[in-house]
T-cell receptor
Framework: RKEVEQDPGPFNVPEGATVAFNCTYS??????FFWYRQDCRKEPKLLMS???SGNEDGRFTAQLNRASQYISLLIRDSKLSDSATYLC???????????FGSGTRLLVRP | DAGITQSPRHKVTETGTPVTLRCHQT?????MYWYRQDPGHGLRLIHY???????DKGEVSDGYSVSRSKTEDFLLTLESATSSQTSVYFC???????????????FGPGTRLTVL
């Protein structure tokens, strides 16, 4: 099993829709995790930092399920500007090195 | 935005030539990283640094070397470039390595390298 697995998508949703991405992982020793957003031909940018089991920031909610070893990102009321690739970074293992998922592509259509 | 710059932003070179990419930060962060990003593989760690002159290998370090002589600069060198090293290279920085605060990474704008 890969250390981090993400559905590459694309997820094609209409404006205003709610969409959720999951990211499964193995080998975790901590509880902190991150979600990044990456636009085409740009660098990844930090979207959410979570140092507990979950966090909510406006339309975005990130959650950790330690028992099932996955993290999730929920986007409510999708905007056209949310179209991007979302990279998950699950809780790091004992090496403390962050492992990035390959990304889930989201397309929000008018 | 974090103060991270990379140079050059684009480079085309030939197989067998040496190439050096530079990452410069103004945040005074201790930890710096070099990644490559390829379709289907996501971001893969090449090398990282935990202080001046202190570096370690990542998961895809073969064919690459790094140096850090100052806190603000982290150099990635391809001693003899190969076509398999055609990729987008990102530098990243973080305040900490340990989970619990400060270990989130911030990325530079990337260098697009093509090896012919």
């Amino acid at each position: 099993r890969k250390e981090v697995e993400q559905d590459p998508g694309p997820f094609n949703v209409p404006e205003g829709a709610t969409v959720a991405f999951n990211c499964t992982y193995s080998n975790s020793a901590s509880q902190s995790f991150f979600w990044y957003r990456q636009d085409c031909r740009k660098e990844p940018k930090l979207l959410m930092s979570v140092y507990s089991s979950g966090n909510e920031d406006g339309r975005f909610t990130a959650q950790l399920n330690r028992a099932s070893q996955y993290i999730s990102l929920l986007i409510r009321d999708s905007k056209l500007s949310d179209s991007a690739t979302y990279l998950c970074v699950p809780p790091p293992g004992s090496s403390y090195k962050l492992i990035f998922g390959s990304g889930t592509r989201l397309l929000v259509r008018p | 935005d974090a103060g991270i710059t990379q140079s050059p932003r684009h480079k085309v070179t030939e197989t067998g030539t040496p190439v050096t990419l530079r990452c410069h930060q103004t945040e005074n962060h201790r930890y710096m990283y070099w990644y490559r990003q390829d379709p289907g593989h996501g971001l893969r760690l090449i090398h990282y640094s935990y202080g001046v002159k202190d570096t370690d290998k990542g998961e895809v370090s073969d064919g690459y070397s790094v140096s850090r002589s100052k806190t603000e600069d982290f150099l990635l060198t391809l001693e003899s470039a190969t076509s398999s090293q055609t990729s987008v290279y990102f530098c990243a920085i973080s305040e900490s390595l340990l989970a619990g605060g400060g270990n989130e990474q911030f990325f530079g704008p990337g260098t697009r390298l093509t090896v012919l």
